[in-house]
């Protein structure tokens, strides 16, 4: 079974800023585009940012200049670099592996609070 393995997350103040990562096997890494989706209670799931293989970005307007999407493929591992942290940013993050509009594998979940 495949896994993505998270890590990063916690309770930072508002304007804070926090990094999570996300490891996928290399045969995953390499091919597969790697998303970042968040869910905050009582909400849908949110897709926030995500990286093709071959480097091209793109982010919701709710994170875009705040929130930084790396992937380093000797490592195997997408990041998520997110600055000026909201209230609202709280959510449980998900990272994904997908091709085209079809999530194949999803991480654990890592919990982001952002509260004073």
């Known amino acids: 079974q495949v896994q993505l393995v998270e890590s990063g997350g916690g309770l930072v103040q508002p304007g804070g800023s926090l990094r999570l990562s996300c490891a996928a096997p290399?045969?995953?890494?390499?091919?597969?585009?790697m998303a970042w989706y968040r869910q905050a209670p009582g909400k849908e799931r949110e897709l926030v940012t995500w990286?093709?293989?071959?480097?091209?970005?793109n982010y919701s307007s709710s994170v875009k200049g705040r929130f930084t999407i790396s992937r380093d493929n000797a490592k195997n591992t997408v990041y998520l670099q997110m600055n000026s942290l909201k209230p609202e940013d709280t959510a449980v993050y998900y990272c994904?592996?997908?091709?085209?509009?079809?999530?194949?594998?999803w991480g654990q979940g890592t919990q982001v609070t952002v509260s004073s």
């Open positions: 290399g045969r995953i890494f390499r091919i597969y585009t």
């Open positions: 994904s592996a997908r091709i085209g509009g079809t999530n194949y594998y």
């Open positions: 990286v093709t293989s071959t480097g091209n970005i």
